[in-house]
């Protein structure tokens, strides 16, 4: 007289355990609470944030035209030839090389092909074009010729076959010209973090290039004479023999070209993405509660009578939080973005120290879509930590103590090295891939900081795993 | 009384039933299950029954997997309970009825355990509809009565149409009304041929309920029998006695070596003789009496007095070991 | 004072209020010691004008979870265990109940948090010599007998004993844990951590002025002052109006609602 049960079932499949721990999550209204408390504070913060304040950044000059410059007058039409027999190392964005241009006051338009440490060969015009870029360093053949409104350039390596790197028409180009040689190196510019924000000062490098075979072809009969453009120092010229040994500092740079440092530093993208850091409370505080609340009330009993294979139910859960918490993130961190850039506008962050990014940019895409995986990956580390620890209040304390103490007391009272390790070693680190621009305190890669992040929660899931299978319900 | 002995093997069999074996478990210094052997069988209601403490909840968490035991087996038709696939089939339980999520609805509470064994959606109405809770399916279970909560859980239970049921404690918090339904469910739900488990610490709860007992104390078994068996055996043979002249009877009957125990202003239980030698003494002493009767001890009493040592937290109790 | 020695006993009856006092005053300490280890009063250019009380004080940002915890606690166990119905039994006069949490947790977070800010003097005293932050370079011994010092260090207990109160009030408010927990953190750590990335200017100082955990720590600061957007005690005021908004709307809803 056994009984056998009538009802039929599809089984204990892994999909059959994602629909459960759905019903589970979704059927209880603090959740949703939560889940849209975090987006909205998350879009709130974002706004609040891109209306705080704004840049100056567009009304410093858009160029800079400092160097040391070896010139003599060409009227009308010809060329500079020279070889540039060695470049020190003084910067990376170090130059050295040919130029022409209109006049010796600093903002006069210009042309100049020129050898960098680090960056090749460069033929650059105008403080706003790249007019191309190539590899090559000292030495090197250059020259410039200049045809009407046009100059050209060219690089040989033995002074005899010359390949064209590229042609450029100058606006404003007078008859007479100044043709010659010029060396440049940048300041090495240091951020120094200050309690409440940073402060950044240059510190002046001197450039140092030896030339010869300097022709000038249909001229050449002035001297040669060395000025510093703009407000440089430190230039110099001496001759031995053929040899022209010029030093310098400076840049001639400007918006288009590499060498260029915007005077805008701030990351306009992860700045409006702050909202962030309460999005990442709120769902830190849902993969918490998911899991402590089974523990509070008793369900997990029911639970685990119910699934017995209890790692299972373990990564059920961790799916269905972790896909639900990258929705939600990623709703919120688009219409953060989006809702922040008329503030930034607004503010003046505009083009050129800062171009619009529009959020199809893939390092933009990256940062937004990035932003939803941190708070799917840390709802995640939070049920694993709550799953271990079986209280939320110690687990908020835990988890919330590791993503919010290192970023405080890193700006508050840490020297910037400690405060960067820290951004390296905690689960901090994952905010790293909300970051478009490398800065002072860029910490960590931006995927090498999700990593990070990452490397948490599964390592805390497997122990979460381990224990839920070990441990009795 | 037909006590098994521990250790004797239980041979495993396909029919559904619920079989412990040697259960050991200790929770730090607190031994809770201490060699517990017995088996519940299908077609009847099998009483689990023991003080407070004594590890009956225990031993139902064992058989469910979700604690291990220290040494020995727990199995449901012979296997054990983290090796079936869609347990909610096999066994339906009510281990702890508070054990809701306050903010969750009552279909909601079902339709994830539902879920979780691939059971299709219709069977949440149908058991809500068997427990009564139809009407409130879409109320959260925070605002639920105890009893409400017993009848939600019993739901549970009856999800998958389980051959074997097990529920601890299912009466408490029920009004008179919901423990008379909750009886007729357990005696209908046994008339169909499952083995039915239900834990108690009060023997009278089950006293028109069971039909077989499991008697536990102090995590050890005390008794494995039948309601009758145990009732027969809680008379034991005594004699009910009634008389005008106690002290008189009481030291004639013990001269003759009855064991004699005053009941009451007028009545005596004596063990140890029969009734028939009982009235000869008496008669021969001339010892009034109106009344000798074969003692028919109540479930309670024979419970009270088998667990009479094993009671540990009641207030003046002697170490028996 | 019923009142008072029954909420007394139930916190101290709780295994967990030990350890959330204990972990009070480690973190603090423990975060004390690292930052005055990883300082360096020599090799720090070019910006050296270390505020050392505010330094060594800086194991506030962790052991201020533990006041919350605390805080929390005190008030929203009774309603996950409805133990709140026996306690409104046993003393029905609910404003006297709540007012008797609140100075029992107060006191006690109150006494942890001197014990963790004199253990934070301690630590920094021994580690911060041996960084270079001698009175040769400029950086005499920390000590309780100069005004601004002592005002740093009284002022962050009181500000501990203010976050539990804060922390109370919500939990009061939303009777929930977890809640409490996460809401009384996001306001406290989430606006410092932004204002960082803010540029400089009115909204800024704006933002600064309003969040409770960057106005209340001003009281720890002893140098540039002036730079500050809110003065010490002015700051340390913010943070009580909000504790004491959080205890009024707790007060009033613990009053009106059904138990």
Known sequence: MSYQSTVSSRGDGFGAQLRAEWTKFWSVRSTKVCTGLGVLLTIGLSVLASNAGGTDANNQPPFTDRFSLVYQPLPGDGSITARLASQANSHEWAKAGVIVKADTSSGSTYAALVATPAHGLRMEAEFTRTVASLPGAAPTWLRLTRTGGTVAGYTSPDGTTWHRVGGVTLAGLPATVQVGLMVASPSVVETVKAAGGSDTRGRATIGRAVFDSVTVQSGGLAPWRQVDIGDASGGSLSRAGGAFTVTGSGDISGYGIASWVTPGNDDTVSNSLVGLQFGLIAMVALGIVFAAAEYKTGIVRTTFAASPRRGRVLAAKAVVLGATAFVAGLLASVAAYLAAQPGLHSNGYNPPAYPHRAITEPTVLRAVVGAALVLGVLAVFGLAISTLLRRSVRSLALVLGLMLVPQIVGAAVLSLGTDLWLHRLTPVAGLAITQTRQRFDTAISPWGGFGVLAGYAAVALVAAILAVRRRDA | MTTRAAGEPSLPTMEPNIQVHQLHKRYGRTVAVDGLTFTVRPGQVTGFVGPNGAGKSTTMRVILGLDRPDTGTATIGGRPYRSLRTPLREVGTLLDAAAVHPGRRARDHLLWMAHSNGLPRSRVDTVLEMVGLTDVARRRAGGFSLGMRQRLGIAGALLGDPPVLMFDEPVNGLDPEGIRWIRNLLRSLAGQGRAIFVSSHLMSELEDTADHLIVVGRGRLIADTSVRDMLAAASGGRVVLRTKDRAAAMTRLANAGATVAATGPDELVIGGLPADRVVNLLSQAGVPFSEVAGHRASLEQAYMDLTRDSVEFSGAVKESR | ?259
């Not at chain 3, 533990?66 to 306690?87: K, N, P, W």
């Not at chain 3, 009777?175 to 990335?197: C, E, H, K, W």
């Open chain 3, 1 to 259: 004072m019923y009142a008072l020695h029954m909420e007394w006993t139930k916190l101290r009856t709780v295994a967990t209020t030990g350890w959330w006092l204990l972990g009070l005053v480690a973190c603090t300490v423990g975060l004390a010691a690292f930052v005055s280890s990883t300082v360096d009063a020599v090799n720090c250019a070019p910006r050296c004008d270390f505020d050392l009380p505010r330094l060594s004080l800086s194991g506030v940002y962790i052991g201020q979870i533990a006041a919350v915890a605390l805080g929390a606690l005190a008030v929203t166990t009774e309603y996950d265990t409805a133990m709140v119905r026996t306690t409104l039994a046993a003393y029905p006069r609910r404003g006297a109940v709540l007012a008797a949490k609140l100075a029992v947790v107060t006191v006690v977070v109150l006494g942890c948090a001197a014990l963790g800010v004199l253990g934070s003097l301690a630590v920094a005293r021994g580690i911060l010599p041996g960084n270079g932050f001698t009175r040769a370079n400029g950086y005499p011994p920390l000590s309780l007998g100069d005004r601004a010092t002592l005002r740093a260090y009284l002022g962050t207990v009181l500000y501990l004993g203010l976050i539990a109160i804060l922390s109370a009030g919500v939990g009061a408010t939303l009777r929930n844990t977890a809640a409490t927990v996460s809401m009384v953190l996001g306001m406290l750590y989430v606006l410092p951590i932004v204002i960082p990335f803010l540029p400089t200017g009115a909204w800024r100082d704006a933002l600064y002025r309003y969040s409770p955990m960057s106005a209340g720590l001003t009281v720890q600061a002893t140098r540039g002052l002036n730079a500050l957007p809110i003065g010490p005690w002015p700051g340390l005021g913010v943070l009580a109006g909000y504790a004491g908004a959080a205890v009024l709307a707790g007060a009033l809803l613990f009053r009106l609602r059904d138990a």
